[in-house]
């Protein structure tokens, strides 16, 4: 376990007078909202957080399947996080700095065949550019380790419940088998013994081939292939690059250098029927992927094993039901050609404190919270998915149509910065 970061997440008032007027008020008595989180993910750790610090009258308990003892600062998955999602941890107090790798630029280009034209660029190809500079911010967003941001949030949460053990309540080690609701006003969660609740937060998403499907649903027949690949020593640093080629999109992303070396993540999304990454040696798969990148990145060194993801869309159309909500992955599971679905989950989960602090009337803040969202939801779930299908259609002159689309982007300076201000804050 990491330990807990530099600066502790501070409530809005000393723990002890919080614990005291906290007992004082409610001893023998239910709290004003009972909260329960299901999922310690970096979803509902930050949501758990948020509820904590602006809902102080609140008793909030957090499942998770997960025992606490067990150590997650080393799992390597590899999340994107926006600017917005940076100043949202920071604000907690939670923002890992010292391990998250800057991006401050972003490269989306089209592999050949499509069109070319010295208007395009130096490299004659379509493509669009977004740097921190230009849109007048240190950076865009970050990239980092999923273990190294989930260690000090539930570091952060262990240093609150310990400190308020009656309003924030852990409970590490009990998976949630069932959620009921008999009555409008409560839900009843099944985690070994049921208990009633006046919310559930349901943070708990996986990935798209181990959940039951939803009410909005495809599955692209495509896979991920992750891992990360190392770069020669004069490649640009802090630049992400997304390479739409005619087989799928291929992303790098930024990481930290290790051991002197220059890093990048790699998501490599392949068509199922036509998918030869698994029989390709490691100097097959580099060969292949330097063939497919821009000449920008420099020149690939190794690469790592690499673990494959079926991929699909799979949403529910609505956030709320009843006294449940659901966030991030747990209320859509997106392709990540936009390496959104965090950075939405984090926004779901805002909202929704900032929506029970304004109005104490659970069922009015949840209205609230479902008229709020949809913009930036639904744009952000049509978009990935018009952009992932578009990678499974044969029809003459889509590449050019989409190169078509990447220049008018780069030509036309309100449509990028409304392009870079949705891809830092999500819809607004």
């Avoid at 990145?297 to 159309?317: M, Q, Y």
């Avoid at 978009?383 to 149509?401: E, H, I, S």
Wanted: with cysteine.
């Amino acid at each position: 376990m990491t330990q807990p970061p530099e600066s502790p997440l501070h409530l809005p008032h000393a723990a002890d007078a919080a614990t005291d007027a906290f007992d004082a008020a409610f001893d023998g008595h239910a709290p004003p909202l009972r909260l329960a989180v299901i999922g310690a993910g970096p979803a509902g750790l930050a949501l758990a957080l948020l509820a904590a610090r602006y809902l102080p009258q609140a008793q909030i308990s957090l499942f998770d399947a997960r025992p606490i003892e067990r150590d997650v600062s080393g799992d390597p998955r590899t999340l994107a996080l926006s600017l917005g999602s940076m100043q949202l941890l920071q604000r907690l107090r939670v923002w890992p700095g010292a391990h998250a790798q800057p991006i401050r630029e972003v490269h989306v280009s089209q592999a050949p065949p499509t069109l070319s034209s010295p208007w395009f660029g130096a490299s004659g190809e379509p493509e669009v550019h977004l740097s921190a500079a230009e849109q007048r911010v240190p950076q865009l967003g970050a990239v980092l380790a999923y273990g190294q941001l989930v260690a000090p949030l539930q570091a952060a949460w262990q240093q609150a419940s310990a400190l308020e053990p009656r309003r924030l309540i852990s409970r590490f080690g009990q998976a949630v088998d069932g959620i009921k609701q008999d009555r409008p006003d409560e839900v009843e969660i099944d985690a070994g013994i049921a208990e009633r609740f006046d919310l559930a937060v349901v943070a708990e998403g996986g990935v798209f081939s181990d959940q039951a499907r939803k009410a909005l649903t495809h599955d692209y027949r495509q896979n991920a292939w992750v891992g990360t690949v190392t770069l020669s020593p004069d490649s640009p640093v802090g630049v992400a690059y997304e390479r739409f080629t005619r087989r799928g999109p291929l992303a790098l992303l930024p990481l930290p250098d290790r051991d002197g070396q220059r890093r990048a993540a790699l998501v490599w999304c392949q068509p199922q029927d036509e998918d030869e990454v698994d029989g390709l040696t490691d100097a097959q798969r580099l060969a292949v992927i330097q063939q497919q990148l821009p000449d920008r990145v420099g020149r690939l060194l190794g690469i790592s094993p690499l673990k494959c993801f079926p991929l699909g869309l799979n949403a529910e159309r609505t956030l709320v039901e009843g006294r449940r909500i659901r966030i991030g992955n747990a209320a859509q599971t997106l392709h990540p050609v936009a390496g959104q679905g965090l950075n939405l989950g984090l926004r779901d989960g805002f909202a929704l404190v900032e929506a029970l602090r304004r109005d104490p009337q659970v069922d009015q803040a949840l209205r609230r919270v479902e008229w709020q969202r949809a913009p930036d939801r639904w744009a952000t779930i049509l978009t990935t998915d018009f952009l992932a299908r578009t990678f499974a259609w044969r029809w003459p002159g889509l590449p050019a149509a989409r190169g078509l689309g990447l220049a008018a982007l780069q030509a036309l300076p309100p449509l990028k910065r409304a392009l870079a201000g949705q891809m830092m804050f999500g819809r607004r």
